[in-house]
């Protein structure tokens, strides 16, 4: 089986560890063990006692009774045997693929998006449709434009609400519009919804599994809770079908997830408020840093991100971004990912929701180079 190489975490892989300032990282300031038995207000000695007694099976093959009860309470309409675990969030949209796409089927994408949803069916053999979002449409789904690419043969529609790496979060009637169109057809729409709950507004973020029959959400730790070490994530679906072909396929490349990560998750996910309240808190501190930088900068622009942790950058200078990202890294230390990554030029993905100062810093950098360019 051939596919198409990941640009972005290779463009990660080879460059990330070079950074001095790394303004490219897409999880929210991640927290040490420590701060997430303080924000949790649990007992760390007593946890790794316990732990410490537990013998190192597979642990719970579907995933811990308490975490995965925990996760459904993320949702309105998930009950926790509509929830298994995953290795992270890029195992759960692999293995939701994986397990429903063959080859022929009709699957719609939405690009830029993380580049699994389109990359993985077309490397199964399912003709992949493209709904491209734009600039001047807030990157947000045209539902016009969606109802042209789908049809009987659909077997997916998959989607990244809030949006890596534009930051766009889809209104609740644009959702419910995408699935009607996705119902009309019988198709089930894929939701990767990392970036869930870190929004500039207060209300509750609507998840794809709450809406529709045939929604499956994708999740993980690493993101929303600053958890990325734990490797976990998961999948939320209230589909029979699609649960019954995921555990299916499941079994081949995963069977279960570690038992301490799960441990570590469960106690994260039971003080969500805490580390939400955390997260939020940075993401609209920090927003407001790199609003007021676009503000003063006259060669760059953007859409301002409604929820998550990234944003697109607009420069308008006449250079391929890879090559810019590259001069830019080489010179200051400043790192951020070219919008070649997510097939959009003169653009860079930028991950404002790392430690304040370094983000104040990667900017300063980012300015001074611009400014000795011609």
């Given at each position: ?102 080859p022929g089927d009709a699957v719609v994408s939405v690009m830029p998006t993380y580049q699994q949803l389109y990359s993985i069916p077309e490397s199964y053999g399912a003709k992949v449709r493209i709904l491209k979002l734009k600039k001047e449409e807030n990157f947000l789904p045209n539902l016009d434009r969606l109802r042209t690419l789908v049809n009987e043969k659909t077997k997916i529609i998959c989607i990244n609400n809030p949006n890596n790496p534009t930051g766009a979060l889809i209104p609740e ?202």
């Amino acid at each position: 089986m051939k596919i198409a190489t990941f640009k972005v975490e290779e463009w990660m892989n080879l460059n990330e560890t070079k950074a001095k300032y790394n303004i490219a990282e897409t999880c929210v300031d991640s927290v040490t063990l420590d701060e997430l038995f303080r924000l949790a207000e649990h007992d760390r000695r007593e946890f790794f006692e316990t732990i410490a007694q537990r013998r190192m099976t597979y642990g719970a093959i579907f995933g811990a009774d308490e975490l995965n009860t925990a996760i459904s309470g993320l949702y309105r309409s998930v009950g926790t045997e509509e929830i298994i675990t995953t290795h992270g969030a890029a195992g759960a949209n692999h293995l939701a693929l994986y397990s429903l796409v063959e080859p022929g089927d009709a699957v719609v994408s939405v690009m830029p998006t993380y580049q699994q949803l389109y990359s993985i069916p077309e490397s199964y053999g399912a003709k992949v449709r493209i709904l491209k979002l734009k600039k001047e449409e807030n990157f947000l789904p045209n539902l016009d434009r969606l109802r042209t690419l789908v049809n009987e043969k659909t077997k997916i529609i998959c989607i990244n609400n809030p949006n890596n790496p534009t930051g766009a979060l889809i209104p609740e009637e644009t959702l419910r519009g995408i699935v009607e169109i996705a119902r009309g057809v019988d198709a089930y729409v894929l939701c990767d919804e990392v970036y869930r709950f870190l929004t500039q507004e207060d209300g509750y973020p609507e998840s794809v599994a709450d809406l529709y029959e045939k929604g499956i959400a994708v999740g993980s730790m690493s993101k929303v809770f600053s958890l990325a070490g734990l490797r976990l994530g998961w999948i939320a679906t209230r589909s029979k079908e699609a649960m019954r072909e995921i555990l299916l396929h499941r079994d081949y490349d995963t069977i279960s997830c570690g038992m301490i990560d799960e441990a570590l998750a469960a106690i994260a996910l039971e003080a969500k408020e805490a580390i939400i309240g955390r997260n939020r808190g940075i993401v609209k501190e920090n927003l407001a840093v790199l609003d007021a930088w676009v503000a003063k900068e006259p060669r760059f622009s953007y859409v301002k991100p409604q929820c998550g942790t990234t944003a697109l950058l607009y420069c308008d200078v006449d250079m391929p971004s890879e090559e810019f990202c590259l001069k830019l890294l080489a010179e200051t230390g400043a790192f951020l990912t070219p919008g070649s990554c997510f097939d959009e030029e003169h653009c860079f993905r930028i991950g404002y929701a790392c430690n304040k100062r370094e983000l104040e810093d990667g900017l300063a950098k980012l300015s001074e180079f611009v400014k000795g360019l011609a």
